[in-house]
């Protein structure tokens, strides 16, 4: 799956300007065909999973928030209604919802751990559990799934079943588990991954890309809130969010 300018600037809810500027600077992978910009999937994926949100907002723009926030009185109206609100806008919050949260899995290895979350999971996907194991780790073979920060987006290399259920798992895992982040730090909280369609699969990832450089949603996932705690705090924060159009 290949990608546009266009396509990359509605992830990031930021004008087309915006992606223009990063790739100027050199901030962002593509390559060209035919002199048009193209972005590969696997490369923007890594990409989102590595990018410094603050960076990437001061090269982008001066004046444009990435995920800019929408007047209070719209706020509450999209508030009142997240499950059939825009598809977009509160595709985590419905993933979430789909999913659940596991707490104290046991595992000293990322192997471990994605075998354990599987056997729970693979039920609820209709998938079988050790093809669902064998498609994550080989995601992570590629390339370790680590945001930074003790943070990781386990996910599979494309989307798992077309017209499923999107659905976001938050494991934590008993113990820290080393995991090949970047920054080198121990993991304690893991966001399993499952989308419908490419699309939804990129839109997730990036939106859990910058939730984890959120203070609030960090020091939930800290404290390992629980799975109200979090929908409270995700339908709140995508209901902020303006669309660019």
């Known amino acids: 799956m290949d990608l546009t300018i266009k396509d990359v600037a509605k992830l ?133 799934t680590a945001l930074g920060n003790g943070l990781a987006v386990p996910h599979t290399r494309e989307a798992l079943a077309k017209g499923s259920f999107d659905m976001v798992f938050i494991v934590y895992p008993e113990t820290p588990l080393e995991y090949g982040a970047l920054d080198s730090k121990p993991v304690h909280t893991l966001f399993f991954l499952f989308a419908g369609s490419d699309k939804a699969h990129l839109q997730l990832l990036a939106k859990l890309a910058h939730l984890s450089s959120h203070k609030e949603a960090f020091q939930l996932l800290l404290d390992r809130s629980d799975k109200t705690a979090l929908l409270d705090f995700v339908r709140s924060w995508e209901g902020q969010i303006r669309s660019m159009g």
């Open 12 to 144: 990031f809810n930021i004008s087309e300007a915006a992606i223009h500027r990063l790739l100027l600077h050199n901030k962002i992978p593509s390559y060209c065909i035919n002199g048009e910009h193209r972005f590969g999937l696997i490369e923007i994926e890594n990409w989102m999973l590595q990018f410094d949100l603050k960076q990437l907002q001061e090269t982008a723009s001066c004046d444009q928030q990435i995920y800019p926030l929408t007047d209070k009185k719209k706020q509450q109206v999209q508030l009142d209604n997240p499950i059939s609100g825009g598809m977009v806008q509160f595709c985590l919050y419905r993933a979430l919802h789909q999913g659940d949260i596991l707490v104290n899995i046991k595992g000293d290895k990322k192997e471990d751990i994605i075998s354990a979350v599987t056997k729970i999971v693979a039920p609820k996907l209709n998938v079988d559990a050790e093809i669902l194991a064998e498609l994550l780790i080989d995601r992570e073979d590629l390339s370790p």
